[in-house]
């Protein structure tokens, strides 16, 4: 049965696997050891990239006389993570590692030697991933010499073939609380097996600098169906950002442990303005006290202080009855108190106070409080 969700985003970035994950080496316990033993599969959408280190021809000269010159690069669809044919019968693909290779420095044994770095990317065939009948990917390398003899094999490296659900119509929406990301999910399968999920990157306008948001989910329901919603909180005002959801699957054996995750395609950026246009909250436990000095009376306010980290002061109001009210300050106060000596003996006073945040935003004011002095 198909069924959607939306996803507001807010967000997170970073899982690991336990035990043998795919894309990792696996133990294949082969008559001899394997010629290439890092070997190493990553699944992102339909693509898989291939990396390994190609074995120098000194350190394989009891092994094949020749030199490595091809890999043949096998792929066969199963439902474990193993393979445990010797053969590679049907290649899908051939490397020169000469042209293919960067060089790239190890340490073995404490010297720094030159060894051979390989990365190839495989294109998975569209259908292949299924969401009721787990099934994976799993990858053999066969080395030929220049002769086109075969010099040995490699470990074997498994991607899981599960579906991932990309974010379609993502959106945002800006509040006081920061920048919501909403997005829809289609899932054609509930399975047990497989963990449906998101990460949200963000990164400022301008730069290559990626930032994972971690994010905190929560179900709306529309006419249109259910969305789920998260929010960036960790933002500043009056910056450019470039947000990218990418879906995530995650995989788990019968047991319900993790056998491992793959992302799909990132979705298009998606610029967010944060123009701040919100007032801070209406101050609270506004609180007058009538005093008196030789020769003066005056009128002293307290007041609980806001919570938000971008208030820069406050706006002290007065008025006496029947008119309209004053500001009494020319700049925003800074401090939690103010004091009102212009007063006269027999007259009531009512003030009320404002936030106000460093755009110049200023809340609504707060309750009427009365001082009366004698």
Known sequence: MKW???????????????GAAPGSPLADAPKEPPLVRDLRAVRKGDKVALTWSNPRDAENQGS?????????????????????????????????????????????????????????????????????????AVYKLELLDDHGRSAGFSNSAAVPLAPVLPAKGLHSELDARGVYLIWEEEAESSSSLLKFDYRICRREKGSTKRVVVPYLRAVVHTREGERWSGVDRDIEWEKTYLYSVTPVTRVYSQ????????EGDDSAPLEVFTHDVFPPAVPERLLPFVGHIPGQKFVDLLWAPNTENDISGYNVYRREENSPPVRMNSVPITMLSFQDVNVLAGH??????????VHGNESARSPETTAELP
Not at 97 to 123: C, H, W
């Open 4 to 18: 959607n969700k939306v996803f507001f985003a807010l967000v997170f970035c970073a899982a690991s696997a336990r």
């Open 64 to 136: 094949f006389p020749g030199h490595l010159a091809v890999a043949r690069i096998c792929r066969t669809i199963s439902s474990t993570i193993s393979d445990s044919r010797s053969g590679c019968a049907h290649p899908v693909r051939q490397v020169n590692l000469e042209n293919s290779a960067a060089i790239a420095p190890i340490a073995v044994q404490g010297k720094l030697i030159a060894k051979t770095t390989v990365r190839v990317i495989d294109v998975l065939q569209e259908g292949q991933d299924h969401a009721d009948q787990l099934q994976f």
């Open 255 to 262: 047991e319900g442990h993790l056998i491992g995750e793959i």
């Open 348 to 357: 009531k006073y009512l003030y009320c106070i404002s936030a106000v945040d």
